[in-house]
């Protein structure tokens, strides 16, 4: 499918916003007791916050368009928590830059499935623009400091973890567009949600499943920290749920309808920049890393545009 250059354009500034909003989770997680406990926020006031909006505008019944891709559905909010426990997994075990450093392969990944379950055509280009992104996150994140010499099997495991983390989240970006595919040619869908704006609430919808997923796979064993929460926890977390989770959630899904073989999706890599930002606004903690691998990032950016413009 072909799309417009004003169609893309917008992608791509969804993209970028959906890639700040989701930079700001730290900001939220480290006011919360501790990260899987914030996970279980997320994923409960990520998924009140879009049942209200669907409920209030009386479009409750756009989730019926995902009836014929109900399995792909299931798929990604499955594949969502288990992008969440093995990432944070390997940040227990082998620390934050190595554990972030894999988990952003994924657009590596998302590229090779892409091509294999979606038979996109990947330039070679882009796999060195995402390369690029990729050394550029190495930089940010220093796993090198998170290297520890003594190798054991529950090093092993967290390495395979987090890079596991990386690998299903790249496979999730291919469900995510066969969803899509698959919604576009249901007729019925087509003849009573047509047009942009309704589109946007298919993808608003769809985080329903990402985020009720999160909830029920962790609730049970943290309800009794949710039920406690102070005030000051409650609106932390409330604020988690949408600011970095339902908002850019879907901003990206949108997005992710335009992509043409990741140039939308690598947009999203502002996420590390603009976590460590807020670091350093927030806790002094800007690095000369931060800038270095910032420039790769936006130099493979500025290269996958420039193609496209000259396309």
């Given at each position: 499918m072909t799309f417009s250059s004003k169609e893309k354009n917008i992608a791509r500034i969804q993209a970028l916003i959906s890639g700040i909003?989701?930079?700001?989770?730290?900001?939220?997680?480290?006011?919360?007791?501790?990260?899987?406990?914030?996970?279980?926020?997320?994923?409960?006031?990520?998924?009140?916050?879009?049942?209200?909006?669907?409920?209030?505008?009386?479009?409750?019944?756009?989730?019926?368009?995902?009836?014929?891709?109900?399995?792909?559905?299931?798929?990604?909010?499955?594949?969502?928590?288990?992008?969440?426990?093995?990432?944070?997994?390997?940040?227990?075990?082998?620390?934050?830059?190595?554990?972030?450093?894999?988990?952003?392969?994924?657009?590596?990944?998302?590229?090779?499935f892409m091509r294999i379950f979606l038979n996109e055509k990947i330039k070679l280009f882009k796999w060195i623009c995402f390369g690029i992104a990729i050394f550029g996150v190495l930089i940010i994140m220093e796993p090198w400091n998170s290297i520890n010499p003594i190798i054991n099997n529950t090093k092993i495991i967290g390495y395979s973890s987090s890079l596991a983390s990386g690998i299903f989240l790249g496979l999730d970006f291919s469900i995510k567009k066969k969803i899509f595919k698959i919604i576009r040619k249901d007729q019925n869908y087509l003849n009573n949600y047509s047009g942009k704006f309704?589109?946007?609430?298919?993808?608003?919808?769809?985080?329903?499943?990402?985020?009720?997923?999160?909830?029920?796979?962790?609730?049970?064993?943290?309800?009794?920290?949710?039920?406690?929460?102070?005030?000051?926890?409650?609106?932390?977390?409330?604020?988690?749920?949408?600011?970095?989770?339902?908002?850019?959630?879907?901003?990206?899904?949108y997005s992710l309808t335009k992509d043409e073989g990741g140039d939308i999706i690598i947009l999203t890599y502002i996420e590390p920049i603009v976590a460590c930002i807020l670091g350093a606004v927030f806790y002094s903690e800007l690095k000369m890393s931060t800038l270095?691998?910032?420039?790769?990032?936006?130099?493979?950016?500025i290269i996958i545009l420039l193609n496209d413009k000259n396309n």
């Open positions: 909003l989701m930079g700001t989770v730290g900001i939220f997680v480290s006011n919360l007791p501790n990260s899987w406990i914030a996970v279980c926020a997320r994923g409960l006031f990520g998924f009140l916050f879009i049942f209200l909006i669907l409920l209030f505008t009386k479009n409750l019944k756009i989730i019926k368009v995902f009836r014929n891709s109900l399995v792909y559905v299931i798929l990604t909010g499955l594949n969502n928590v288990i992008v969440i426990s093995c990432y944070f997994y390997g940040i227990t075990t082998v620390g934050m830059g190595i554990a972030a450093f894999l988990l952003y392969t994924n657009g590596i990944f998302g590229l090779f309704n589109i946007g609430l298919v993808n608003i919808a769809l985080v329903l499943f990402t985020t009720i997923f999160l909830f029920i796979f962790t609730f049970p064993f943290l309800y009794k920290y949710i039920l406690n929460f102070n005030f000051n926890q409650l609106i932390i977390s409330i604020l988690l749920g949408i600011i970095p989770t339902a908002i850019p959630f879907a901003i990206f899904n270095l691998g910032g420039i790769f990032i936006v130099l493979a950016n």
